[in-house]
């Protein structure tokens, strides 16, 4: 099995305690994109146990099951007498131009307007794709992304690592944590049962990554509140990604919003963001700012592209770092196919997300020992590297592809209707992962602890 968990723990300071796989085979790829699932989610385990070990003296066992693992990189819910709105705007997509592919990112309104702002309006797929063609996919994708826009030239790893963006975030750490020097003296509140009772998450990410990560902090008893602006929407996937949170609205860049939310983050212990790198700055909270409202505060964020280099602030998604980084253009050449091959699924933004859930609870334990707040910063494309020199793996079995009926399903009255949701992937021994609130509609709480 390819060793990805090694590189993992080293980066979050984990200590090689002993972590069980159960179940054979893998999802079909070009990648060990099963075994980044395990070993991300293994990771976070780890970290709680970690967490329980120093506050109570006793180890727990970790497991992984990595065939929940591979489906919960998909999709963890299935809706009983109603679907789930569709994940991908019509448009959204893989094209050829004149001189190879190019993706669009076309989910969220502005993005489309932004594309069609340089391509003319479209009305399907068909007229997307002759405009396409007429462009060089470098000019293209750097015209959108002048637009406002989000596109990605599909690269060969190879020419990735001789981008200057390739170059910065591969040489970046995989997690980049940090101590401040703002203590607080809050006690562990937690048990167990539940390691995360009492501590207040504020949640400012959106689409995956991030809302894994706070997905994961629910599970364990934290409190989690998502705050999405007054316009954001995201219905492909909020009924996945709200479950044990609630959820709220609020406007940072109006004075009554930004009140709202510095009180909340009086009291917040963990803060999670994904915003471009400089953008809370342009709001006016800083890193040290934020530790002057809420001393001790531990602050996790992400980006698509990395910390450094000339792409730091390029807005971007899971598919579209799998085009720029050469995973779609090695899984076209694995495949032999005539179109980019993605991974099986969003994995850079799964694998990213319980990588910050592992970095939240690492900063908790240091801050339960010294009172000391921290941070860490992830990114997609790190991620990808991570992934990527792991090299390409030998076919192995296909996992079995029913929807784990065998092992049970949890029911759920979600906000739209009853639905199954899959066991946890991850098995913590005295320390069941469960959520207290079912999934429910962005905006749907107050903005309050």
Not at 58 to 80: G, N, T
Not at 405 to 421: M, S
Not at 422 to 445: C, N
Request: include cysteine; charged fraction near 20%; charge should be negative.
């Amino acid at each position: 099995m390819t060793d990805l968990l090694t590189p993992i723990q080293a980066a979050l300071a984990l200590p090689h305690t002993p972590l069980a796989f159960t179940e054979a085979g893998a999802l079909p790829s070009a990648f060990a994109v099963t075994e980044l699932a395990s070993a991300s989610l293994g990771a976070a385990g780890q970290a709680v146990a970690q967490l329980i070990l120093q506050q109570t003296g006793r180890l727990p066992a970790v497991s992984v099951d990595r065939r929940l693992a591979s489906f919960w990189f998909s999709s963890s819910i299935r809706p009983v007498g109603w679907q789930v709105p569709p994940l991908w705007d019509p448009v959204a997509g893989d094209y050829a131009s004149t001189d190879g592919w190019i993706r669009l990112h076309t989910n969220a309104p502005h993005h489309r307007a932004a594309a069609e702002r340089i391509l003319g309006k479209v009305a399907d797929r068909n007229e997307m794709a002759s405009k396409v063609a007429q462009w060089n996919a470098a000019e293209l994708e750097q015209a959108i992304v002048d637009e406002g826009g989000c596109a990605a030239q599909m690269r060969s790893w190879q020419a990735w690592q001789a981008h200057p963006q390739g170059l910065a975030v591969n040489a970046e750490a995989l997690v980049q944590r940090q101590a401040f020097e703002t203590t607080t003296d809050t006690p562990w509140l937690g048990s167990v049962a539940r390691p995360l009772a009492g501590i207040k998450v504020l949640d400012l990410t959106r689409v995956l990554a991030g809302p894994v990560a706070s997905r994961f902090l629910a599970g364990l008893g934290a409190d989690v509140l998502r705050i999405d602006s007054p316009t954001w929407d995201e219905a492909g996937v909020v009924p996945e990604m709200t479950l044990g949170k609630r959820c709220a609205r609020l406007d940072l860049k109006s004075p009554e919003g930004r009140q709202v939310f510095e009180a909340l983050l009086k009291d917040t212990d963990i803060l999670l963001h994904g915003y471009r790198a400089d953008a809370l700055e342009h709001l006016g909270y800083t890193a040290s700012e934020l530790q002057q409202i809420a001393p001790g505060l531990i602050d996790v964020s992400l980006n698509a592209y990395g910390w450094s280099g000339p792409w730091r602030n390029r807005r971007g998604f899971d598919s579209l770092v799998q085009m720029s980084s050469g995973i779609a253009d090695a899984g076209m050449a694995w495949k032999h196919a005539d179109k980019p091959v993605p991974l099986p699924l969003q994995a850079l933004d799964h694998a990213t997300g319980y990588l910050m859930a592992a970095s939240a609870i690492q900063a908790l334990s240091e801050r339960l020992k010294s009172g000391r707040g921290g941070s860490a910063r992830l990114s997609l494309a790190r991620t990808a590297a991570l992934l990527v020199e792991a090299g390409h793996v030998p076919p192995q079995p296909a996992l079995r592809a029913e929807q784990a009926g065998d092992q049970g399903l949890l029911v759920e009255q979600t906000a739209w209707g009853p639905a199954h949701r899959l066991l946890a992937p991850v098995t913590i021994s005295g320390t069941p992962l469960q959520w207290d609130l079912p999934a429910g509609e962005l905006g749907s709480h107050r903005a309050q602890w």
